[in-house]
């Protein structure tokens, strides 16, 4: 199976800072269509998981630009641009490559 | 709106079974992959299984193979999760979730049912 690590588990941030959540994964997640399959979701306290990046960098329409994916084969990250308090949650990966889809550890942005 | 709903969860002893439903509504369900996803008291994501559009590819994580079948209904807008030989480390919040984009299996859910309890225990 394809091992996703996050980095860090935790994340205390100060509000209007930048954020960013490393992730990489045990293969890579290229897959011969070109595509790569790595998504990117976040889960809000009492909530059902929300999809915020698709592919790898594609962005779910509705979802603030302040929000973005970028990485190839192995090595993913998401970054917030300026976070505000209604960012606060566990943010997870997942791929999607190859079955069974895997998901991080999840990584817990707090407001400082 | 579109919208998904389980239903179906509960307490059971080790050993029993439970077949969870998922009801869609406000999309054209026979189009899409869809998948279950289970979360663990306290715990993260796991990815469970998930089913083609129209049911001719199924895929499980290895714990669940052998005693979980995911099965779709088409006709009825409708998303199963038949599990057997139930053990306590089942016990989480099994979630429903719908592909984002038709025929596409790049497990990212759009929408996601607001989860139903399972629970496992003597």
């Known amino acids: 199976d394809v091992v996703m690590t996050q980095s860090p588990l935790s994340l205390p941030v100060t509000p209007g800072e930048p954020a960013s959540i490393s992730c990489r994964s045990s293969?890579?997640?290229?897959?011969?269509?070109?595509?790569?399959?790595l998504n990117w979701y976040l889960q809000k306290s009492g909530q059902s998981p929300q999809l915020l990046i698709y592919l790898g960098s594609d962005r779910v329409s509705g979802v603030p630009d302040k929000f973005s994916g970028s990485g190839s084969g192995t090595d993913f990250t998401l970054k917030i641009s300026r976070v505000e308090a209604e960012d606060v949650g566990v943010y997870y990966c997942m791929q999607a490559v190859q079955t069974p889809h895997t998901f991080g550890q999840g990584t817990k942005l707090e407001i400082k | 709106e579109v919208q998904l709903v389980e239903s179906g969860g509960g307490l059971v002893q080790p050993g029993g079974s439970l077949r969870l439903s998922c009801a869609a509504s406000?999309?054209?369900?026979?189009?899409?992959?869809m998948s279950w996803v289970r979360q663990a008291p306290g715990k993260g994501l796991e990815w469970v299984a998930n089913i083609k559009q129209d049911g001719s590819t199924k895929n499980y994580v290895d714990s669940a193979k052998g005693r979980f079948t995911i099965s779709r209904d088409n006709a009825k807008n409708s998303l199963y999760l038949q599990m057997n030989s139930l053990r306590v480390e089942d016990t989480a919040v099994y979630y429903c979730?719908?592909?984002?984009?038709?025929?596409?299996?790049?497990?990212?859910?759009?929408?996601w049912g607001q989860g139903t309890m399972v629970t496992v225990s003597s």
């Open positions: 406000g999309f054209s369900f026979s189009s899409y992959w």
């Open positions: 293969q890579s997640l290229l897959h011969s269509n070109g595509y790569t399959y």
């Open positions: 979730g719908k592909d984002l984009a038709p025929d596409s299996n790049w497990g990212a859910l759009d929408i």
